[in-house]
């Protein structure tokens, strides 16, 4: 692959480009899937395709090929010229980054999965539905998946970078439906990791049954103004819809984002800190160097409740005249956009998680969102309903909710914030403990 | 191309699959991002692969790769025939599939514009002039941002059975988002145009009017009022009550859910689940439409599926293997967001029928409600029936009159609740374009329908 990346650089160079960058991907994922109490169907898909960014009279072009042949790379490059002569000379962009020495990052290759067999996935796959099935008569159906990933980045440029680096994970899926007494309910639960010999099929079904039941004997509540503990699965679903995005350079240089003008001024309660980790060790989106071969680092986004930093790429820093944040991520079919790593989330009022809940005098625990992913990521409004909830009385968990909604602005809920759990998760690329927020709106 | 899909499905054979379908697919893409008055993006490129999928001693098994090179695929074809053998060894039940006809049949979506061939100049200057529209119209517009994307999408099905289908299709798709700001308010809006087509479309197209009707209403937001929250009378428009079909309905009535035993609408065919003002089709055959085509990915022609008739369950959306499960015909139900995914059972284009209400009729008997308008999408728990869609636009309605602008509102309920609760149904109809994400794939969809007033909704405000 470095290579081919390599003749598109020169032929980028040959045709008149001042500089050129190559990027490749290639990867191979193994899916068993569950449905229906049954394996569904086993899948395995191998992808690879470049993309090729140059400059060219001082405007941006970019083109990307799946089909690897000498002609396609010719054509590709030839038609990433052509896109930048339409784009015209770019105001802000000065140049691709130079490479600098990467460092290392501790767990994301793991033999293990690599080396996992199919035959062992479709065993375990069999054995979850065995086992959820065991575990209470009411469960009627198990569906969920088993997925495993391989995969490897190229990222050369013309001013000397040649930067690789080989990857996997792993993840696992439960979802269970159990009926009583003409009420169904589901439960859900879900594993990302690199390694996969860290996932325990066992405990995920167990736990996926037991939402599931938890929920069958679910009550109507009065709404109205209460608190609220969000549980990380919770929390990951909100972020990843609102301040994932609106943290973004690109979206605050272009005045897309609540989180405009933010910058030093207090946008959550004093004592949350969230940190941009790239280098955590087995962490999802942990890598040595960003899709644009800039050398990760830590960052702190969020301290004491103040807004540190916004994250951004190389076309963003130097729009600012800073240095780039190193969050470009990209597929090789299309250029950069900037997404955090992996955020973390901590606190200097963290409390064990049942003691969030002793605080709480009516309430609701909230694990599960339905449709978070139309929280407006502009303004940062949500309006969201409650997918697994349990009502909470002087203290004490009362019974799951039937139905009910959260609506408010993340802005609003993050001020709100009155102590973070204990119950530290990393969630796919999260890592939350539950958030206990104060004075909420509940409809029901 | 055609002594390709020949090889393969040759290969599978061979190997030892009872039943065999592959897809070969070539989809030429363009992405034009334009904010305010300059391009953020242009991304250009081919797409190129084939996907196949065996049926070996009664499994499933799929693979897929974007290299069409003789050796490799030779090769996956046995990988993916052992695949399905072994996890054959560990299914509880053989998957055995509905009976159809051979088709054989050469399709292309007419264009005399064809997405691939426009020169880019001509789309750059769309998407430029389109947000020069948006900003024109108010200085308390801040930003605007237009997404043009375009497909051309060559595509062959063919299945072991002689099953031979070409299918080209031209899809060209434009998005603007609008942000006001005004003291320390934010507000934006969004909406977006779909055409099955190529750039003719364009030629039609009042881009100004589109364009300013977008910022109207973001600047219109700025003064709006956090929405109440409980429950209320509300009137969703054809958008929403798209959304809701969709959703709430339509996902429920796919054959897959249904042999899993996970949606609420398993084994209730014949049974009352709604009022009778409630009729529901699920249309491959709609003109025109985003969802629509003639055959599925499994080669099967597609149709009209009446799914609720006047409040009763009569029908489910089938693939081949749910159609036997069930003992239904298959009708067309199985797509494939592309050649690195299987097909499983999708709609098309998921509508409400029209009643015979006006909108003015149905106001005017709200003391106290909400107008809920258009869709930044929804998504529904089918096991327990909770759907949640997140309204574009909402407005109080005061005494039979629509009266103040509400900030963004979510309505949810239970879709067997819910679908009792329509109490009014409205003359008009309306279909419109979106995408529907099941199972990490996407595909297009139509969602449409009339006016719908609901009674005892529950309204997510936070107020």
């Not at chain 1, 490479?99 to 690599?114: A, L, M």
């Not at chain 1, 899926?173 to 003409?182: A, E, L």
């Not at chain 1, 609506?407 to 204990?422: E, H, M, S, T």
Request: charged residues 25%; neutral net charge.
């Amino acid at each position: 692959m470095m290579d081919v990346l390599n003749k598109a650089i020169k032929l980028g160079l040959k045709y008149g480009a001042s500089q050129v960058e190559a990027y490749g991907s290639s990867s191979l994922n193994r899916i068993v899937e569950i449905e229906g109490n049954d394996i569904k169907t086993v899948r395995e898909r191998m992808s690879r395709g470049i993309g090729i960014r140059l400059i060219y009279s001082g405007g941006i072009g970019f083109a990307y090929t799946e089909n690897l042949s000498e002609e396609s790379i010719d054509y590709t490059v030839k038609k990433a010229i052509s896109v930048a002569k339409i784009r015209g000379p770019d105001p802000y962009f000065k140049s691709f980054p130079e490479p600098k020495p990467i460092p290392r990052v501790e767990g994301i290759y793991f033999n293990s999965t690599v080396e996992f067999e199919l035959d062992e996935a479709i065993k375990v796959a069999r054995n979850m539905v065995e086992k959820a099935l065991e575990e209470d008569p009411r469960v009627k159906s198990v569906a969920g998946n088993i997925s495993l990933s391989a995969g490897e980045v190229y990222i050369a440029n013309s001013l000397g970078m040649e930067f690789n680096y080989r990857s996997a994970s792993a993840s696992a899926s439960v979802f269970i439906v159990s009926k009583d007494k003409g009420l169904s309910a589901s439960g859900f639960e879900l594993k990302h990791e690199r390694d996969v010999r860290k996932i325990d099929f066992d405990s995920l079904c167990r736990k996926a049954v037991k939402r599931s039941i938890d929920q069958l004997n679910s009550k109507r509540i009065t709404g109205g103004r209460m608190w609220v503990v969000l549980n990380p699965i919770a929390v990951m679903l909100l972020f990843s819809n609102t301040f994932n995005s609106a943290v973004t350079a690109d979206n605050v240089q272009e005045k897309r984002s609540f989180l405009v003008n933010k910058l030093e001024k207090e946008i959550a309660f004093r004592g949350l800190n969230i940190i941009d980790d790239p280098l955590m060790p087995e962490g999802i989106n942990s890598r040595p160097f960003d899709a644009e071969g800039v050398a990760s680092r830590r960052l702190t986004v969020v301290e004491n409740g103040i807004l540190k930093s916004y994250l951004y790429d190389t076309y963003r820093a130097q729009r600012e005249g800073i240095e780039s944040t190193g969050h470009a991520s990209r597929g090789y079919s299309s250029e950069p956009s900037i997404s955090p790593s992996n955020l973390i989330i901590n606190s200097t009022y963290e409390k064990s998680y049942e003691d969030l809940i002793s605080e709480v005098d009516r309430g609701l625990i909230i694990r599960w969102i339905i449709g978070a992913h139309t929280a407006n990521i502009i303004t940062g409004e949500f309006s969201v309903a409650v997918g697994e909830g349990y009502y909470v009385e002087n203290g004490e968990i009362k019974y799951s909710v039937r139905q009910a909604m959260l609506g408010g602005n993340i802005l609003d809920l993050l001020a709100k914030i009155v102590a973070l759990g204990r119950d530290r998760e990393k969630i796919g690329n999260l890592v939350t403990g539950s958030m206990l927020i104060r004075d909420q709106v509940i409809s029901a | 191309m055609n002594d390709l899909v020949e090889y393969i499905l040759d290969r599978a054979i061979s190997y030892g699959a009872s039943y065999a379908d592959v897809r070969i697919e070539q989809i030429y893409t363009t992405q034009i991002v334009v904010t305010n008055d300059r391009i953020e993006r242009v991304n250009v490129g081919v797409r190129r692969g084939m996907g196949l999928r065996v049926l070996a001693d009664g499994a499933y098994s799929f693979v897929s790769a974007n290299s069409l090179d003789k050796d490799l695929l030779d090769r996956l074809a046995r990988s993916c025939v052992k695949s399905a053998k072994l996890s054959s060894l560990f299914k509880r039940e053989k998957i055995q599939l509905a009976e159809v006809k051979c088709v054989r049949d050469d399709l292309v979506v007419p264009s005399t514009e064809k997405p691939h061939v426009v020169d880019l100049d001509f789309k750059k200057n769309i998407a430029l002039e389109v947000s020069k529209f948006a900003r024109a119209f108010d200085s308390r517009i801040v930003n605007s941002t237009v997404r043009l994307l375009d497909e051309y999408r060559e595509k062959i099905i063919a299945t072991s059975e002689g099953t031979l289908i070409r299918y080209v299709t031209p899809r060209t798709r434009i998005f603007l988002i609008v942000t006001a700001f005004e003291a320390g308010h934010i507000s934006s809006h969004m909406d977006g145009e779909s055409f099955v087509s190529g750039y003719e479309a364009y030629r039609k197209f009042d881009l100004e009017g589109w364009a300013k009707r977008i910022s109207e209403k973001a600047v219109k937001m700025l003064k709006a009022e956090p929405a109440p929250s409980g429950r209320f009378t509300v009137i969703a428009d054809p958008d929403l009550t798209g959304v809701f079909t969709h959703e709430a309905v339509g996902h429920a009535c796919e054959g897959d859910g249904i042999v899993a035993k996970e949606s609420i609408l398993t084994n209730m065919l014949g049974e009352r689940i709604g009022s009778e003002l409630v009729t529901i089709y699920d249309d491959s055959t709609y003109p025109n439409g985003w969802g629509s085509l003639k055959y599925d990915d499994e080669g099967v022609p597609t149709e009209k599926r009446l799914l609720i008739d006047e409040g009763i369950l009569v029908g489910y959306i089938n693939d081949r293997y749910t159609a036997f499960k069930l003992g239904m015909k298959p009708n067309g139900g199985a797509r494939a967001q592309d050649y690195m995914h299987p097909p499983i059972v999708r709609m098309s284009n998921t509508y409400m029928a029209p009643g015979d209400w006006s909108f003015e009729e149905m106001v005017s008997e709200i003391k106290y409600g909400v107008y809920l308008l258009g869709s930044r999408g929804g998504q529904v728990d089918t096991a327990k029936g909770t759907f949640q869609f997140n309204a574009k636009e909402a407005y109080l309605i005061e005494n039979g009159e629509i009266t103040k602008p509400l900030l963004d509102v979510s309505l949810s309920g239970l879709t067997l609740e819910t679908l009792k609760s329509i109490d009014a149904v409205g003359k008009d109809f309306k279909l419109r374009s979106g995408t529907c994400g099941k199972g990490g794939q996407g595909v297009p969809a139509g969602t449409g329908g009339p006016h719908v007033r609901i009674v005892n909704a529950v309204v997510g405000g936070r107020r």
